[in-house]
C-alpha cells in the first residue's frame, strides 16, 4: 500500500498545477476580453487586480478545505500527528528517566551482608 502520506503530497501538488493552471488561462482571457470590450489598460488592471484578489481568496479557502480534508482522513485512519508523538516521546523520556533513577539508587543502596552458613 502506498504511503498514505506521499499520496496526500502528489494530491495536493496536483491541485497546486490546477490552480495555477487555471490562474494563467484567466490572464489569457482576461487580456482577450481587453481587447474585444475595448477596456482601457488601467480598467483592465483594476479588473485583473479585483480578479487576482478573488482568486487568492479562493486558493485560501481550497487550501484550508484541503487540509481539513487531510486532516479528518488522518484522523479515520488513526494516524497519530505530530503533537501526538511528541507528547507520547515526553512520556517514554520521562519514564525512561524514573528507570534510570531507580537503577542508580539500587546500585548504589548498601547490600546486605550474607547471613552465616548460608
Known amino acids: 500500500m502506498p504511503d498514505i502520506r506521499e499520496t496526500f503530497k502528489e494530491a495536493w501538488s496536483s491541485a497546486l498545477a490546477g490552480v495555477n493552471a487555471a490562474e494563467a488561462e484567466a490572464e489569457k482571457v482576461l487580456g ?5 470590450a475595448g477596456l482601457s489598460p488601467e480598467d483592465v ?3 485583473a ?7 487568492v481568496t479562493q486558493r485560501r479557502d481550497l487550501e484550508r478545505a484541503i487540509d481539513e480534508a487531510v486532516r479528518r482522513t488522518a484522523n479515520r ?15 517514554v523520556e520521562e519514564v ?3 528507570i534510570d533513577a531507580l537503577a542508580r539508587e539500587k546500585q548504589a543502596a548498601p547490600r546486605p551482608e550474607e547471613k552465616p552458613g548460608a
Open 32 to 36: 482577450k476580453l481587453a481587447d474585444v
Open 45 to 47: 488592471k483594476r479588473h
Open 49 to 55: 487586480r479585483e480578479f487576482g484578489e478573488r482568486l
Open 77 to 91: 485512519f488513526r494516524i497519530p500527528s505530530q503533537a501526538d508523538i511528541g507528547a507520547l516521546t515526553k512520556r
Open 96 to 98: 525512561s528517566a524514573r
